[in-house]
């Protein structure tokens, strides 16, 4: 059968090309995809080879696909044809995915909106590792996606009070109506002065890094405060310097890495969930309401214009959020 998919060809370079597709092996399902979201941080710097990415072409990227099942293999018996189903595939009109890394997308849920799931379960580490409980002073530096869905999930866990901090006005609108109680634009304002006057001059329990820019981690270890907890969730892309003395032995603080390869593969356990429990998770509350994803689309792009989309993320960074591919 033929599929189209996106590929990374080189550095910069952004194709759509054609290929073959299998029917489903034993215990795997074909997935005809709806529409998948591109993860604007992670994929532009694999796209451009910035540091900490693998820097080696091609790359076929995408880890959020929202489907409808086509065809089922033998030893399937939880999913059948016409399911839509979630899975952290790539950018491709069809995947071939076992049936044990496929979930199904909750009724009344609309794929546009399951399309997060992934990159929901990412921003839930934020919380899940900042042990984030009522009553806890929390920062969320970075109000791009992770940032946006971090800090939704820091209130649901009961931050107060909740403190959004970019450098874009838009987003930090966007942060006010989803959930923040403060919102610091660091372009106005001294944002680790402001966040301590927040705080009564306590600085936060919790900050939580997502923006991946190596010169905002030294900012969010002066917004924590004595015995914080600072969560790196975004990937720093570079290097940053940093004097431990002040900022973190003298306050005792504990700085947590919260890559999403850090977690149990098998069973969750007390903030250190699996990711198919995370994602699960992350779909009952969009399901629900309680995680709003909605206002977070930016763009809806057909699959053949892929290199449109990319470039406008990188060019339009400021104004854009959720891209969503559509096949």
Request: hydrophobic letters at 45%.
């Amino acid at each position: 059968m033929k599929a189209k998919r996106v590929i990374f060809k080189s550095r910069g370079v952004v194709e759509v090309e054609d290929f073959e597709v299998d029917g489903p092996r034993p215990g795997y399902l074909l997935i005809k995809t709806v529409c998948s979201l591109i993860s604007p941080g992670t994929e532009t710097a694999f796209l451009m080879a910035l540091p900490n990415t693998p820097g080696v072409f091609p790359q076929y990227p995408g880890y959020s696909n929202i489907g409808i099942v086509e065809d089922v293999g033998e030893n399937v018996k939880d999913f059948e044809r016409g399911d839509l189903v979630a899975s952290a595939t790539g950018h491709s009109s069809y995947v071939l995915v076992s049936k044990d890394d496929v979930l199904k997308v909750p009724e009344g849920l609309q794929a546009e909106e399951a399309a997060f799931f992934n990159l929901a379960s990412i921003a839930l580490q934020g919380a899940r590792k900042g042990f984030i409980e009522l009553g806890s002073s929390v920062v969320v530096v970075g109000q791009g996606l992770v940032g946006l869905l971090a800090m939704q999930f820091a209130a649901l866990s009961g931050a107060f009070p909740l403190i959004a901090v970019d450098m874009i006005s838009s987003r930090l609108k966007l942060s006010t109506k989803l959930g923040a109680d403060y919102v610091v634009n660091s372009t106005e304002v001294d944002a680790i002065e402001e966040v301590m006057r927040l705080t009564d001059g306590q600085g936060a329990d919790v900050v939580i890094e997502a923006t991946g820019n190596p010169n905002a981690i030294p900012v969010a270890l002066n917004m924590a405060g004595r015995l914080g907890r600072v969560v790196i969730l975004g990937s720093p892309r570079g290097l940053s310097t940093v004097n431990f003395y002040m900022p973190i032995h003298r306050k005792g603080l504990i700085i947590i890495g919260a890559h999403n390869n850090v977690r149990p593969r098998y069973e969750s356990l007390p903030h250190f969930w699996t990711a198919k429990d995370d994602m699960k998770l992350a779909l009952k509350l969009m399901a629900k309401g309680k995680l709003k994803v909605r206002e977070l689309i930016s763009l809806k792009i057909p699959i053949e214009r892929a290199p449109e989309a990319y470039r406008l993320i990188m060019e339009r960074k400021k104004e854009i959020l959720g891209v969503l591919l559509y096949y």
